[in-house]
Every structure is written in structure tokens, then in C-alpha cells.
């Protein structure tokens, strides 16, 4: 009998028990104040439980905007298409995206990272730097785009946060900053073909 499988969906669960209680600690009583000890109370499991998926509270809460930013969308993200037209690729990653930054629990969330790091300009880094382990959509895709030749840029990191500037200016900060209600569907579709018709003037 291969005990190997089994052994292996209980450090899943328990994984996922440790994120659900962190998530709910984070939001009750912010960055500062949420303990490890308390995340392990709140999932069940044993301090060193916590430890051996999470070295600290930073790993933790990076994982957590990590794991909310992937589920925007459970498939896997877009690939660049040379066959189709430009502006209808990027429209279905910005709806995608503003999907992500219409998420209540992304919004709260994110409110505690930035209480946080204004408090440590280190930890900011920190979760920066663990945020941007992998490469954000948007950027592969202007990357290929560009290695195609139909996007002019030399800096795709730089054109891709542009046009991330341009959706978080109406769907992100409002929110986070001064408690703005989300965008409702057309408000949402209306950002998403603005910014991807700037950006496309710009690079195409």
C-alpha cells in the first residue's frame, strides 16, 4: 500500500487550513498584531505545522496575495496568440484582472499589506520581492508580443506596469485609499477598453 498520496493530500489540507486562518486573523486584527501561534490555534494545527510551510509571518501573508491573485482566474493564464487581433487579447486579460481587483477579501487584504508596510519599508520589499517570484501575466504577454513584432517596447516590465497604472487608477486605489464601492460591470468593461485602447496607441 502507498502511503505516499495519502500522506501528501493531508499536507495539502493542511496547507490550505493554515491559509484560511490566516486570511481570517490578517483581517481581524491586521498585520501587526496577528501572531503564528494564533494562525496555528485558529487552523488546528501545531505551531511547527505553520513553520514547516511558512519560515515567517511575511511568507505567509505574501502567499496568501500570491494564492488570491492566481484564482482570478482558475485556468491557466492566456497565452500570447500572433493570429489574433491585439486588443481583444488584452481586453480578456484586463476584464480578468479587474475581476481580481473587484475581489472584497483582495481589497481587505491589501489594505493590511500596505498599513503594514508602511510601517516597515524592509517588509514591503520583502512582500514585493515574493510577490514578483513569478512574472505577472501581463508582462509575458507584451513580451511576446514584442519578440512578434506587433508591440514596439524594449522594456516590457515598464510598459506592462503603465498599463497596470491605468486600471488601478479606477478599480484598486479609490478602494484601498478612500473606500470607494467597487466598479459594477460596465464601469469595469469601460476601464478595461480605455486603457487597452491608450496602451495599444502607444506600443502597437
Excluded at 15 to 39: H, K, N, P
Excluded at 72 to 97: E, F, I, W
Excluded at 105 to 128: T, W
Aim: glycine residues 2%.
Amino acid at each position: 500500500m502507498n502511503s505516499t498520496a495519502p500522506s501528501l493530500r493531508l499536507t495539502d489540507r493542511k496547507r490550505a487550513a493554515v491559509i484560511a486562518a490566516a486570511i481570517e486573523e490578517f483581517l481581524a486584527a491586521g498585520f501587526e498584531a496577528t501572531s503564528m501561534d494564533r494562525v496555528a490555534a485558529r487552523a488546528s494545527v501545531s505551531k511547527r505545522t505553520v513553520y514547516n510551510h511558512f519560515p515567517s509571518k511575511e511568507a505567509l501573508f505574501a502567499a496568501i496575495l500570491r494564492q488570491l491573485w492566481d484564482s482570478s482566474d482558475a485556468a491557466a493564464a492566456p497565452a500570447y496568440c500572433s493570429t489574433q487581433p491585439l486588443r481583444a487579447q488584452l481586453l480578456h486579460m484586463l476584464v480578468k484582472k479587474l475581476a481580481l481587483l473587484n475581489d472584497e477579501a483582495f481589497v481587505s487584504l491589501a489594505r493590511v499589506a500596505i498599513a503594514a508596510g508602511i510601517h516597515s519599508p524592509e517588509r514591503a520589499r520583502d512582500m514585493v520581492a515574493r510577490m514578483g517570484e513569478r512574472e505577472e501575466d501581463l508582462t509575458v504577454w507584451i513580451r511576446a508580443a514584442a519578440a512578434d513584432g506587433r508591440l514596439r517596447t524594449a522594456d516590457p516590465v515598464f510598459a506592462s506596469l503603465q498599463l497596470q497604472g491605468l486600471v488601478k487608477a479606477f478599480a484598486f486605489w479609490p478602494q484601498v485609499t478612500m473606500g470607494q464601492a467597487p466598479l459594477d460591470a460596465q464601469e469595469q468593461q469601460r476601464v478595461a477598453e480605455s486603457a487597452a485602447d491608450m496602451f495599444l496607441a502607444r506600443y502597437a
